[in-house]
T-cell receptor, first 114, second 112 residues
Framework: GAGVSQSPSNKVTEKGKDVELRCDPI?????LYWYRQSLGQGLEFLIY????????KSGLPSDRFSAERTGGSVSTLTIQRTQQEDSAVYLC????????????FGSGTRLTVV | DAKTTQPTSMDCAEGRAANLPCNHS???????VYWYRQIHSQGPQYIIH???NNETNEMASLIITEDRKSSTLILPHATLRDTAVYYC?????????????FGKGTLLTVNP
């Protein structure tokens, strides 16, 4: 596609429920990243994919968070047993490898846990 | 990655040039300077990056000092839609270094 697409754009869920956030990167972009941004805060790195592999999961806040990428394209970030502190905007970005190139970000999914 | 220092906020009149400074005095020889911006309620948008030479594209110009310890992002004719938080990021290009570390950035407000 022309840009990075994320769905849903907004998600309200009850505490304790599981949620899945989807990211469709730009076609041909081998690198994919997940970040999150809490209200009034900076961007926090979560996980990086190169192809379908995730060499760095160090940013995932807890074992309730997981992510996968299939076919070197679509990625899903799953949060199990959501907590109120998980409320944030979850941003996905993609790039052509890790060469000195800019990353293209999606518009994010705003997650609200009530 | 080297640390960057930016002013918290700046104002600019519509139609005038906006000059956003960034200090990165501990930058290494293989680190690039990147600029992104984030308009309210949107994801960050890549603007420009450079290593040593000044760079220009359709969005902005990047001026890097000869010692590379500071840089300036220039929006030549700021519009109201340029109101955003601007992030200066220093990062090794390529290889295993893939993270973008976003600081607080500069909130640029373009006034009519």
């Amino acid at each position: 596609g022309a840009g990075v697409s994320q769905s849903p754009s907004n998600k309200v869920t009850e505490k304790g429920k599981d949620v899945e956030l989807r990211c469709d990167p730009i076609s041909g972009h081998t690198a994919l990243y997940w970040y999150r941004q809490s209200l009034g805060q900076g961007l926090e790195f979560l996980i990086y994919f190169q192809g379908n592999s995730a060499p760095d999961k160090s940013g995932l806040p807890s074992d309730r968070f997981s992510a996968e990428r299939t076919g070197g394209s679509v990625s899903t970030l799953t949060i199990q047993r959501t907590q109120q502190e998980d409320s944030a905007v979850y941003l996905c970005a993609s790039s052509l490898g890790t060469a000195p190139l800019g990353y293209t970000f999606g518009s994010g999914t705003r997650l609200t846990v009530v | 990655d080297a640390k960057t220092t930016q002013p918290t906020s700046m104002d600019c009149a519509e139609g005038r040039a906006a000059n956003l400074p960034c200090n990165h005095s501990t930058i290494s020889g293989n680190e690039y300077v990147y600029w992104y911006r984030q308009i309210h309620s949107q994801g960050p948008q890549y603007i420009i990056h450079g290593l040593k030479n000044n760079e220009t594209n359709e969005m902005a110009s990047l001026i890097i000092t000869e010692d590379r310890k500071s840089s300036t992002l220039i929006l030549p004719h700021a519009t109201l839609r340029d109101t955003a938080v601007y992030y200066c990021i220093v990062r090794v290009g390529g290889g295993s270094n893939y993270k973008l570390t976003f600081g607080k950035g500069t909130l640029l407000t373009v006034n009519p």
